[in-house]
């Protein structure tokens, strides 16, 4: 009798252990937002600052497809699949600013500030040194440089961005 009872315990235990369910590994959480949004505000600011002067960089349009995918993937809040959609565009157009302004402001959406500032570097040494996308360079690395309590690149950063917009000439 007292086998079957240690059987009998056994045999419970095991069923017991089997019905036990181990939990599903969680995805990383996204990383906590900015205290403010940069990328927003960078792009609002750039489309209402007036400049009589717009260069604009010639676009691929070879690439279409893959910039539909990173907008909509950015739209969705994918920020690393939108940046992988612009790096195979730039794997193709490595020239492109605008293109690397994006990618900066995306690694602002995740919080890769040295990224965020390689990227926005990197557009400006390609592009205009005036209009949108320049105003678009210099407030990354502000928003890079608030963020990183680099008071001297914040100071520079609006120094520059100040001088992107082109005032229109008066006339008499």
């Known amino acids: 009798m007292k086998m079957f009872t240690r059987t009998a315990l056994v045999s419970v ?4 252990a089997a019905c ?3 939990p599903e590994p969680q995805p990383e959480p996204p990383a906590p937002a900015p205290a403010r949004d940069w990328v927003s505000e960078i792009r609002e600011r750039a489309a209402s600052e007036p400049s009589y002067v717009e260069v604009l960089p010639l676009t691929d349009p070879g690439l279409e497809d893959l910039r539909v995918l990173a907008r909509d993937a950015e739209s969705e809040k994918r920020f690393a699949a939108a940046d992988k959609h612009l790096a195979e565009a730039l794997s193709l157009v490595p020239d492109d600013p605008e293109l690397w302004q994006w990618r900066a402001e995306l ?3 995740e919080q890769r500030w040295q990224d965020a500032q390689a990227h926005a570097r990197q557009s400006e040494a390609l592009g205009p040194k005036l209009g949108n996308l320049c105003l678009r360079n210099w407030m990354t690395l502000l928003a890079v440089s608030e963020e990183t309590a680099d008071a001297a690149g914040s100071a520079e950063a609006r120094e520059r961005a100040a001088k ?3 005032r229109a000439p008066v006339r008499l």
């Open 13 to 16: 235990l095991l069923l017991l």
């Open 20 to 22: 036990q369910s181990t």
């Open 107 to 109: 690694a602002l959406e």
């Open 164 to 166: 992107c917009p082109v």
